[in-house]
C-alpha cells in the first residue's frame, strides 16, 4: 500500500505534533507501522522448563534473539499483547499458577509482576485488543470453561468475563479488534471441534461460531484484523500430530476451511503475526522439541514457509505479538485515514452517515455489499467505509451512536441475516444474529439501546406486520416487540430517543398510514396520523423533536414531496419542501441539525446526496454524490448522531 503519511520522526512540514496526537487518540491510527512487528517467545521446556524470552521481527526473516526472562520459568503459559504491553499468565512451574508477568515489547529486558488470574491454571490461551487481554480455558487441574479478561493500561489481576460453552484446556484462540474466537482444545476425554466466540468489549457468556475441520487440541491462533488462522495441534480425528492451518473470516459465522500447512507436524507452538504475516515458533513434533519458526502470508492461501530458529528447540511455550489482528492502532488501514485533511469522523459530534447495500447500475439484479459515508456538517462526495458481510438489498438499517444493524432484504432471495458495522472504525462487517423471519422491504430505527426492525415480506403477497428488536450491545437473535397497525412493506422509519415512527408503505397499494412505538417498552404501533400522500419508498430523518418524511413512490408518479411530524404529538403530514430530484427508494439519515436523503431510482440509478435543515422548512440543497449510482436502498442507511439518539 502506498504511504500517504510521513513516520513519526518524519513529520517537518506535513505532520504536525497535535496532529499526530490526536490522530492516534481520536482516530484510532498512528503513522508508524514499525511497531506493530515485535513477536515474543516466552517459557516453555527447552529440556526443563525455562524463563527466557525471544524476539522476533516479524517483517524480516532470520533466527530469534535473547530478549530477557520471566520472573519465573514456567511452560503452559498463554500470552497477549497490546502495542506497547505484552502479558503471561498462568502455567506450570511444575505447580499450577496464577501469576501474571508484563514485559514492554520494545525494550529489550526481564519481565515484571502484573498480578494474578482469578485461579491457577495452566494450558490456557490468550489473545485481545488494543485495550484488554481476554484468557480462555485452561486446566486447573481438571477442565476450565472460565474466560476472564486484564486492562493492559493498568497492573491488577483478572476480572471475570464469562464462560465458553465447552470447558477444555489447550484451545487456539486469537481476535481482530471486535472479536475474539476460541477454537478447539482438550475436553478431558478428547479433542472438541467447538469454536467459541465473544465480543471483546462486552461481557458475557461466548456464543457458537462453527466447527474445526477435525477435533484439535494443543493447536495455536493468529489473526489479521478479517482473518483467523490455526496452526498444528494434534489431530485426534486422524490420531497424530497435525501440519494443518485452517482459517475462518471473523465477521461471517460458519466451520473453518483449509489453508494450508506447516512444515512439519507439530504442537504446543507459540504464535503471532502483523498486519500481512503469520508466525508459527518451536513447538514439539512426534519425535523431540523443535526449534523451526514458520511464516504464512495471512491474506492468502497456501503452505507455510522457513523463516528461521529460536535459540533453542522449546515446546510448551507461548507466543504474543505487537501487531496481531486484534491491535488496530498499528495496522495498516487505507490512506485517506492517515491524512490530515480527511480523517475518517469518530465521534458522535461529527455526524458520520453511512448508506448500505442497494444495487449498482447498470445491474438492477444483483445487489452489492459497499458502505459508502458521508461526514453530515460538512458537503462532499461519499467515500468508501468497508463492504457488508454479504451483498444485500431492500434490506432495512439503523444505529446507535457506535454499532450499525443491517438485515433481512435479498441477497437475491429473502434473508434473516443480521450484519453490524462499528462506526468508529473504518471496515468491513461482521455478523450479529438474525432477525424473526426471512423476510425484505424491512425497516428500521434505533435508538441508544435498541433498533427495531419493521414491516416486510416474508414472500410474494404474504406481508409482514411484524416489529422485531435488537439489544444494539449484545450480540444475538432478534425478540418480538408487537405489530405495526397494518401488514405493509417499504416503510420510512425514525424517530427519538423514546418514539419511533413507521410511514407509509404498500400493502395491495400505497398506503399513508402513520404508526408509533414506545421504543423503550414493547407491544403493538398505534395510530399517529397520516401522510398527506398514499407512497412507499420513502426515506425519513429526524432531529430529537422532528422527523422529515423523503420523497418515496406513489400513485401515480416519483415523488419528490417532504413532509414532517412533531414526534411528541399526534397528527397528520405538513409540507415540509421538495427533495432536488424525485426519486424512491433513498436512504435518508441526519444529525441533530442536518438531514441527508442519498441516492434511490428516478426511475434509474441516482447517485444523488441532498441535505435540509431539519428544523427549517424549505427545498434540499445538493450535498455532493454516492460513490456510484444506488437504487433499492429503503431505509439502509445510519448515522452516529440522528434523532434518535441522547
Excluded at 238 to 262: M, P, Q, R, T, W
Amino acid at each position: 500500500m502506498a504511504t500517504s503519511y510521513p513516520r513519526r520522526d518524519q513529520s517537518g512540514g506535513i505532520w504536525k505534533t497535535n496532529q499526530i496526537t490526536k490522530n492516534i487518540k481520536d482516530q484510532g491510527t498512528y503513522p508508524q507501522l514499525s511497531l506493530g512487528d515485535r513477536m515474543l517467545v516466552s517459557g516453555g521446556n527447552d529440556g526443563s522448563i525455562t524463563n527466557t524470552i525471544e524476539s522476533i521481527e516479524i517483517s524480516t526473516a532470520g533466527n530469534a534473539a535473547n530478549f530477557g526472562d520471566l520472573v519465573t520459568a514456567t511452560e503452559n503459559p498463554g500470552s497477549c499483547s497490546s502495542a506497547t504491553r505484552l502479558i503471561v499468565g498462568g502455567g506450570d512451574t511444575p505447580t499450577i499458577v496464577n501469576t501474571i508477568n508484563y514485559v514492554h515489547p520494545h525494550s529489550a529486558g526481564n519481565a515484571a509482576d502484573f498480578g494474578d488470574l482469578t485461579g491457577a491454571k495452566k494450558q490456557t490461551s490468550a489473545s485481545g485488543n488494543s485495550t484488554r487481554g481476554i484468557f480462555c480455558a485452561g486446566r486447573t487441574p481438571s477442565t476450565s470453561n472460565v474466560i476472564e479478561f486484564i486492562t493492559f493500561a493498568s497492573i491488577g489481576n483478572g476480572t471475570d468475563f464469562g464462560d465458553l460453552t465447552v470447558s477444555r484446556w489447550g484451545p487456539a484462540v486469537a481476535a481482530n479488534p471486535t472479536r475474539l474466537i476460541c477454537a478447539g482444545g482438550y475436553n478431558g476425554s478428547t479433542g472438541t471441534n467447538t469454536m467459541d466466540f465473544v465480543e471483546i468489549s462486552s461481557t458475557g457468556n461466548a456464543v457458537d461460531f462453527g466447527n474445526l475441520t477435525s477435533t484439535f487440541n494443543a493447536a495455536s491462533g493468529t489473526s489479521s484484523t478479517t482473518r483467523w488462522m490455526q496452526g498444528g495441534g494434534y489431530d485426534y480425528g486422524a490420531g497424530g500430530y497435525s501440519n494443518k492451518i485452517e482459517y475462518v473470516e471473523f465477521g461471517s459465522l460458519g466451520n473453518a476451511v483449509g489453508f494450508g500447512d506447516l512444515t512439519s507436524s507439530r504442537y504446543t507452538i507459540a504464535a503471532g503475526s502483523n498486519s500481512l504475516r503469520g508466525v508459527f515458533a518451536g513447538g514439539e513434533d512426534p519425535s523431540a522439541k523443535v526449534n523451526t519458526i514458520d511464516y504464512v502470508t495471512i491474506g492468502s492461501t497456501g503452505n507455510a514457509i522457513d523463516f528461521g530458529d529460536l535459540t533453542a528447540a522449546t515446546n510448551n511455550t507461548c507466543g504474543a505479538s505487537t501487531g496481531h489482528g486484534g491491535i488496530e492502532t498499528f495496522i495498516p488501514r487505507a490512506p485517506e485515514l492517515y491524512s490530515p485533511v480527511t480523517p475518517l469522523p469518530l465521534s458522535k459530534a461529527s455526524g458520520l452517515g453511512a448508506c448500505m447495500g442497494g444495487t449498482v447500475s447498470p445491474d438492477a439484479s444483483n445487489p452489492v455489499k459497499t458502505i459508502d459515508y458521508i461526514t453530515i456538517p460538512s458537503l462532499g462526495n461519499a467515500s468508501d467505509f468497508g463492504d457488508l458481510v454479504e451483498a444485500v438489498k431492500w434490506a432495512g438499517a439503523a444505529s446507535n451512536s457506535t454499532r450499525g444493524l443491517c438485515g433481512g432484504g435479498e441477497d437475491p432471495s429473502n434473508n434473516a441475516d443480521v450484519g453490524y458495522i462499528t462506526l468508529a472504525t473504518k471496515g468491513n462487517g461482521s455478523d450479529f444474529g438474525n432477525l424473526n423471519a426471512s423476510s425484505r422491504f424491512q425497516s428500521a430505527l434505533a435508538n441508544d439501546t435498541r433498533c427495531l426492525f419493521g414491516g416486510g415480506e416474508d414472500s410474494p403477497g404474504s406481508l409482514a406486520n411484524r416489529i422485531d428488536y435488537f439489544t444494539i450491545a449484545t450480540i444475538g437473535n432478534a425478540s418480538d416487540f408487537g405489530d405495526l397497525t397494518q401488514a405493509r412493506y417499504n416503510i420510512g422509519a425514525a424517530g427519538s430517543t423514546t418514539r419511533g415512527i413507521f410511514c407509509g408503505g404498500y400493502t395491495t397499494g400505497y398506503v399513508n398510514t402513520v404508526d408509533y412505538v414506545t421504543i423503550g417498552s414493547t407491544g403493538n404501533a398505534i395510530d399517529f396520523g397520516d401522510l398527506s400522500n398514499a407512497e412507499s419508498e420513502l426515506g425519513a430523518c429526524s432531529s430529537s423533536t422532528r422527523l422529515v418524511s423523503c420523497g418515496g413512490v406513489g400513485s401515480p408518479a416519483l415523488l419528490n414531496v417532504m413532509e414532517y411530524f412533531t414526534i411528541a404529538s399526534t397528527s397528520n403530514a405538513t409540507d415540509f419542501g421538495d427533495l432536488t430530484v424525485a426519486r424512491a427508494a433513498v436512504a435518508s439519515t441526519s444529525n441533530s441539525t442536518r438531514g441527508i436523503t442519498m441516492g434511490g431510482g428516478d426511475p434509474g440509478f441516482s447517485n444523488v446526496i441532498d441535505y435540509i435543515t431539519i428544523a427549517a422548512t424549505s427545498n434540499a440543497t445538493d450535498f455532493g454524490d454516492l460513490t456510484a449510482g444506488r437504487n433499492r436502498l429503503t431505509n439502509t442507511s445510519m448515522g452516529n448522531a440522528h434523532g434518535g439518539l441522547s
